[in-house]
T-cell receptor, first 113, second 114 residues
Framework: AQSVTQLDSQVPVFEEAPVELRCNYS??????LFWYVQYPNQGLQLLLK??????LVESINGFEAEFNKSQTSFHLRKPSVHISDTAEYFC???????????FGSGTRLQVQP | KAGVTQTPRYLIKTRGQQVTLSCSPI?????VSWYQQTPGQGLQFLFE???????NKGNFPGRFSGRQFSNSRSEMNVSTLELGDSALYLC?????????????FGQGTRLTVV
């Protein structure tokens, strides 16, 4: 079995400030990890993923996440947020040998001017 | 390349009715998965199809069913609708069925049951 915990349901932050969205997972097998973003009335867009190799992964719009196996975490960070980053962010895990994604409950990032 | 297309975008149905939702995957993608998103339960996996065969199923009652056609398009059906079936239904397509393959999501169909 696998599960994902996103510790914060909402994160308010001022524009140009740094942000960290926390994600912890639990799994009995090795995992692949993903962060998805959802804008209002939209589907999910893949932000970044960890499959293997370097534990630090980056997206094209400045987000990064680090896979920490010992702490079973995959926190998402951005050094300076923009108003346009306001959205809901979902952490997801897919266990090796599993085909379905298991999602966390989501974190709503609210960037204020 | 066109993305994942879900139709319709919005749907209102009455309790007891049935509904069919459609998903056209990205061209060349053979795996289609369905997820239900609600404020209370979050995102939950419904089922996955690959090459017209259901490969994996989530923990949903038998009222929820699906199928995949030879062109990889998929439909999901919900019979005897209940108020609790109101949700955003998301379809995701992948190139293959392996666990490493990236899932691309459509914009979803928002179903309201009244």
């Amino acid at each position: 079995a696998q599960s994902v915990t996103q510790l914060d349901s909402q994160v308010p932050v001022f524009e140009e400030a740094p942000v960290e969205l926390r994600c912890n997972y639990s799994s009995s097998v090795s995992v692949y990890l993903f962060w998805y973003v959802q804008y209002p009335n939209q589907g999910l867009q893949l932000l970044l993923k960890y499959l293997s190799g370097s534990t630090l992964v980056e997206s094209i719009n400045g987000f990064e996440a680090e896979f920490n196996k010992s702490q079973t975490s995959f926190h998402l960070r951005k050094p300076s947020v923009h108003i346009s980053d306001t959205a809901e962010y979902f952490c997801a895990v897919k266990g090796t040998g599993r085909r379905a994604l298991t999602f966390g409950s989501g974190t709503r990032l609210q960037v204020q001017p | 390349k066109a993305g994942v297309t879900q139709t319709p975008r919005y749907l209102i149905k009455t309790r007891g009715q049935q509904v069919t939702l459609s998903c056209s995957p990205i061209s060349g993608h053979r795996s289609v998965s369905w997820y239900q998103q609600t404020p209370g339960q979050g995102l939950q996996f419904l089922f996955e199809y690959f090459s017209e065969t259901q490969r994996n199923k989530g923990n949903f009652p038998g009222r929820f069913s699906g199928r995949q056609f030879s062109n990889s398009r998929s439909e999901m059906n919900v019979s005897t609708l209940e108020l609790g079936d109101s949700a955003l239904y998301l379809c995701a397509s992948s190139l293959a069925a392996g666990e490493e393959t990236e899932a691309f999501f459509g914009q979803g169909t928002r179903l309201t049951v009244v």
